[in-house]
């Protein structure tokens, strides 16, 4: 028995306390069976740490695939005004942006459900359809929410290499078998940006059994350029088995609001909407969404300017002798001379924040975003610093 009242004590003597309290309980214990399996999310450093930690007045993050852009002020406008009704709940059904987006992209309403940010759309696919006897394919190295949303459903993951950067549908149908349930596919590929070809995906399509379900993932759908690459929205009522995710945080810059989409067969959004939260988007990223829709010509401009910036950035690299994979989304994976981690700890004092690929296992290459010229330059810059460095080192090392 706690002898002090709790207000007695300063609070953060509570928790030694607690620990000392023979009815404590051993949470770990009682916490759901595989949970200490799941790999908790490794999200891009934020600015702000950065710098705090090496007191820098900028930082340029090229981590996570966001837009460097600034947003169209009447997005930034819809959003100041809808803060006018925030005491009010959302729309659960965000039936405007619905039904806006259901002219837009030709399909009826019903085919759309969004999730707070596609990376719920995920989960609430696998929640809907997982049992635990079942399993999802997934590529390796991939996006990695696809495997925590089929492990966190109770399902097992079974992962498929990519095959010279890409994803290989025909190894991928190899690993087919009774327990499979979905088959997650991204276009463009994170972390290597190449895409899935119609022909392949339409192959794969005729070839996979029925009652799978196909997740395909377009996130950097608006950066390609590629004529070849197939898109979800041409099969859905051809093949309800074919599920498209979408999400405003990359082309249209949203990232911070949480907001993206499933696109599928109403059937298939009907059992999905099953487990949807009832006010799974907020009020804030449903205007802006809506508006962003209108805003036709930044995302035009982001994705000109980017396509532009990865041209520049990919020569600049194969110029200093790095590979770069030719990428159709917003960043570039490119095989480096040094270690990814050391790469990452010697640019960050410089004021850069690039994802390690040994995140990944590939502790020879990163994952870098394409930022403006101007970060472009920066980066760059800081790149060529610190590869002098590590030769500097190399060097002295050897002198010992
Ligand atoms: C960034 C990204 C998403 C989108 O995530 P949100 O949750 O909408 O921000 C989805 N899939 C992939 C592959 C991504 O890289």
Redesign the pocket.
């Known amino acids: 028995m706690l002898t002090l009242k709790l207000n007695e004590i300063p609070r953060k003597m509570h928790f030694m306390q607690y620990k000392g309290n023979p009815h404590a309980i051993d949470v770990r214990k009682i916490a759901k069976t595989g949970i200490f399996e799941l790999c908790a999310y490794v999200p891009g450093k934020p600015i702000q740490e950065v710098k705090e930690e090496y007191g820098l007045e900028e930082v340029i993050k090229l981590a996570s695939?966001e837009c460097p852009l600034p947003l169209p002020e009447k997005v930034i406008q819809s959003i100041h005004e809808e803060t006018k009704n925030l005491s009010r709940y959302p729309d659960g059904h965000c039936r405007k942006l619905r039904s806006r987006l259901s002219n837009q992209l030709g399909i009826p309403p019903e085919c759309i459900l969004f999730g707070n940010?596609?990376?719920?759309c995920v989960r609430l696919i696998s929640q809907a359809f997982l049992n635990r006897s079942d399993t999802g394919l997934s590529p390796s190295p991939i996006?990695d929410?696809y495997d925590t949303a089929v492990k966190m459903a109770g399902a097992d993951v079974v992962t498929i290499s990519l095959k010279d950067y890409r994803i290989d549908l025909d190894t991928t149908l190899q690993h087919v078998d009774n327990r499979t349930k979905i088959v997650w596919l991204?276009s463009p590929v994170?972390p290597t940006g190449t895409i899935i070809t119609r022909k392949a995906f339409e192959s794969f399509l005729e070839q996979l059994p029925e009652g799978i379900l196909v997740v395909f993932?377009e996130?950097?759908l608006e950066f390609v350029s590629s004529k070849e690459a197939a898109h979800a929205l041409d099969y859905l009522f051809a093949d309800a088995r074919v599920i498209g995710?979408r999400?405003f945080?990359?082309a249209f810059g949203l990232?911070g609001l949480?907001i993206?989409y499933i696109v599928a067969h109403p059937s298939v959004t009907e059992v999905i909407s099953m487990v949807k939260l009832p006010f799974n988007v907020n009020a804030l990223a449903q205007v802006a969404a809506l508006m962003s829709l209108d805003e036709t010509e930044f995302v035009k401009n982001y994705v000109r300017i980017n396509a532009k910036e990865r041209g520049f950035l990919h020569e600049k690299l194969e110029k200093r002798g790095m590979f770069v994979v030719p990428s159709e989304a917003n960043f570039l994976f490119v095989e480096i001379p040094i270690d990814s981690d050391d790469l990452f700890r010697r640019l960050m004092p410089r004021g850069i924040i690039v994802r390690p690929g040994s995140i990944w296992g590939l502790d020879r290459f990163i994952r870098l975003t394409i930022g403006t010229r101007e970060q472009n330059l920066k980066f760059l810059s800081a790149l060529d610093q610190v590869l002098a460095e590590t030769k500097m080192t190399a060097v002295l090392d050897k002198g010992k």
């Open positions: 695939n940010g596609a990376e719920e996006y929410a991204c994170n993932d996130a950097y995710l999400t945080s990359k990232a949480r993206g």
